[in-house]
Nanobody, 126 residues
Framework: QALLEESGGRSVRAGESLRLSCATS????????VSWFRQAPRAEGEFVAG????????VYSDSVKDRFTISRDNQTKTVNLQVVSAKPEDTAVYYC???????????????????WGRGTQVTVSS
């Protein structure tokens, strides 16, 4: 069983909505922080959003904060990323990452996470 598994990536037109999901495993479901990063072609990886579900802290990058919503389904222990008004610049492979924390924080650096999924492709056409 994968520690983290992303799903929901697909091709959409600009302005449409989609939802990405990050399924956790028995080992990672207790990790208090789950974040989404994205990697666009010929660009560096970028922090998108993160949630510390134990404390309720939610953090977004400035580029997505008005269009993306991160949430955790406590029954399925899945972390979702709702995207509305998708833009071509949202085109990327989206990865979820998770870690434990004893503080109310959500790290934005990829090197602060050791557990990653394999990614899901999102393509937004104009």
């Amino acid at each position: 069983q994968a520690l983290l598994e992303e799903s929901g990536g697909r091709s959409v037109r600009a302005g449409e909505s989609l939802r990405l999901s990050c399924a956790t495993s028995e080992r990672t479901s207790s990790f208090s922080i789950v974040s989404w990063f994205r990697q666009a072609p010929r660009a560096e990886g970028e922090f998108v959003a993160g949630i510390n579900w134990r404390t309720g802290l939610v953090v977004y990058s400035d580029s997505v904060k008005d269009r993306f919503t991160i949430s955790r389904d406590n029954q399925t222990k899945t972390v979702n990323l709702q995207v509305v008004s998708a833009k071509p610049e949202d085109t990327a492979v989206y990865y979820c990452a998770a870690r434990q924390a004893s503080e109310s924080v959500v790290p934005r650096r990829s090197l602060d996470y050791l557990t990653w999924g394999r990614g899901t492709q999102v393509t937004v056409s104009s």
